[in-house]
C-alpha cells in the first residue's frame, strides 16, 4: 500500500536559517504529492503541490520538487522566519483531489529568533 | 478554495452513546472525505463519501462504527457510534478540489470520558 516517511520532530532552527524537512513516499504508479501545514490553534491548509515528476511546487518562499527517482518531496526554504512555527505534514494521493490522502507523520518545525 | 465549516467544534461525551459531525461546504463538490487525528498523531483516512452513493470506507473504519450520510453536494455528516475512550480524536473533513486538491474543514475535537 501507499506510504509517506517524513523526519522526525521537532526540528529547531534560528531565524534566516535554510530549512529542510525530508519526505519520501512509497507508490504504486504515478501519486500527487502535497505538503500540509498546521499552524499552532488553527486547521491544516495545503502549503503546495506536485502533481507529476519534475514539477516544482511553491508557495509562500516554500518549495518541493517531486523526484520520481528517488520517490522524495522535500521541502525547503531558504530563511525561515517565527512565524513559519507550524508542523508541516507531507501527503500523498494517487488520484489527486479525487482520492484520499495518505499522510506522513508530520514534522514539528520550531522557529526561535 | 472551497469554505468549509464543522459542527460542533468540539464536545464531550459520555462512553456508550453516538456524537453526529456535521460539515459544510460554500460549494457543490463531488468527492468529501472524513480523516481522524488521533492525538499527537497524524491524520487517517477514514472513509470517502459521494453524493448519491455508498460510502467507501478504510480498512480498520466500518459503517456501523462510523456511518456517514452525504445527501446533497454541499454537506455531509459522520457519526461516532457507541463511543469509547479510544474514540477521542479531532475528526476532520475535506472536499476534492480542482480535481488535484484537498481542502480541510477546521476539526471537530471529541473528548469521551
Known amino acids: 500500500g501507499n506510504s509517506v516517511t517524513q523526519m522526525e520532530g521537532p526540528v529547531t532552527l534560528s531565524e534566516e536559517a535554510f530549512l529542510t524537512i525530508n519526505c519520501t513516499y512509497t507508490a504504486t504508479g504515478y501519486p500527487s504529492l502535497f505538503w500540509y501545514v498546521q499552524y499552532p490553534g488553527e486547521g491544516l491548509q495545503l502549503l503546495l503541490k506536485?502533481?507529476?515528476?519534475?514539477d516544482k511546487g511553491s508557495n509562500k518562499g516554500f518549495e518541493a520538487t517531486y523526484r520520481k527517482e528517488t520517490t522524495s518531496f522535500h521541502l525547503e526554504k531558504g530563511s525561515v522566519q517565527v512565524s513559519d512555527s507550524a508542523v508541516y505534514f507531507c501527503a500523498l494521493s494517487k488520484g489527486g483531489g479525487a482520492d484520499g490522502l495518505t499522510f506522513g507523520k508530520g514534522t514539528h518545525l520550531i522557529i526561535q529568533p | 478554495s472551497a469554505v468549509i465549516s464543522q459542527k460542533p467544534s468540539r464536545d464531550i461525551c459520555q462512553r456508550g452513546t453516538s456524537l453526529t459531525i456535521q460539515c459544510q461546504v460554500d460549494?457543490?463538490?463531488?468527492?468529501m472525505f472524513w480523516y481522524r487525528q488521533q492525538p499527537g498523531q497524524s491524520l487517517t483516512l477514514i472513509a470517502t463519501?459521494?453524493?448519491?452513493?455508498?460510502?467507501?470506507?478504510e480498512s480498520g473504519f466500518v459503517i456501523d462504527k462510523f456511518p456517514i450520510s452525504r445527501p446533497n453536494l454541499t454537506f455531509s455528516t459522520l457519526t461516532v457510534s457507541n463511543m469509547s475512550p479510544e474514540d477521542s480524536s479531532i475528526y476532520l473533513c475535506s472536499v476534492g478540489w480542482r480535481g488535484y486538491e484537498q481542502y480541510f474543514g477546521p476539526g471537530t475535537r471529541l473528548t469521551v470520558t
Open positions: 506536485a502533481t507529476k515528476a519534475d
Open positions: 460549494s457543490q463538490v463531488t468527492m
Open positions: 463519501a459521494n453524493q448519491g452513493s455508498e460510502a467507501t470506507y
